[in-house]
């Protein structure tokens, strides 16, 4: 299991500022400008919460549910009413003499941002975390789960902090995992790959105007369509010289004639 000191958290009250927003892939996958997190993978189908009833330090009732990426429905026999059908998050508290299960964010609403950890109160934590924000479905609570990235081994780890001040019912979890390390964006095109493309298209353009050119405007035929025709030609003898020139690094030279 991840020592909880591995994110020691000792300021619970921050609010998180000065967030940069990530694109939403999925619901447990998003793009940021760090890389890509996917925790898809810690998701639970099944109706089910990965992490459930997870106690709240020094509330004494006050128990959290959460499940990446999939909607699941929790019930107790103590409570008559649930209002955790389809959720992400789930509180269950006791209020007044009574127990009440609470929606706390639904998956479909879910947006994601990056902070410096410090700013969370994670110690030694400089770089930035993924925060997966949650709202419930009547819009009267959120819950954000804080990405840690764990490098060290493949265990994962969750944590609450139960409720944070806000202007609205704000409840904070801590999941550390192997799978909240950003990784590089599979894809996207390289700066040499840019280029390349660039250099290929203007040499087909130039290719195709050449030839329309000579062939249209010029009235050429054959072969002599090809614009520079006597440079392309001697084009594989140039290349043949000069790598002849580099590897011998200019020292060779051509027999002497009988």
Not at 216 to 234: C, E, L, M, Y
Request: charged share 15%.
């Amino acid at each position: 299991m991840v020592p909880i000191g591995y994110v020691l958290v000792v300021l619970t009250v921050i609010r998180i500022a000065f967030s940069d927003k990530c694109e939403k892939l999925s619901s447990c996958k998003c793009e940021c400008p760090e890389g890509i997190v996917d925790f898809s993978s810690l998701g639970m189908s099944g109706n089910e919460p990965r992490y459930k009833d997870v106690d709240a330090p020094g509330t004494g009732a006050d128990e959290y549910s959460y499940n990446p990426c999939d909607p699941f429905t929790e019930t107790k026999p103590s409570v008559s009413e649930s209002h955790c059908q389809n959720v992400a998050a789930c509180l269950f508290i006791y209020i007044d003499g009574d127990y009440q299960l609470y929606d706390t964010g639904v998956q479909n609403s879910v947006t994601f941002s990056t902070v410096p950890g410090t700013s969370l109160g994670i110690k030694d934590h400089p770089e930035n975390v993924v925060v997966a924000k949650y709202t419930s479905g009547d819009g009267a609570r959120q819950t954000e789960v804080v990405l840690v990235c764990n490098p060290e081994n493949n265990q994962t780890a969750f944590y609450t902090l139960g409720e944070v001040p806000s202007a609205k019912p704000l409840y904070r979890h801590i999941l550390v995992s192997p799978f909240a390390c950003f990784v590089s964006k599979t894809g996207a095109l390289s700066a040499g790959s840019i280029v390349l493309i660039i250099f290929f298209s203007l040499l087909l353009a130039y290719f195709l105007f050449g030839v329309t050119i000579n062939r249209f405007g010029r009235n050429q035929t054959g072969s002599d369509v090809i614009p520079q025709k006597a440079f392309w030609i001697s084009l594989p003898t140039l290349v043949k010289d000069g790598s002849l020139f580099v590897v011998t690094r200019g020292r060779h030279k051509p027999y002497a004639a009988v």
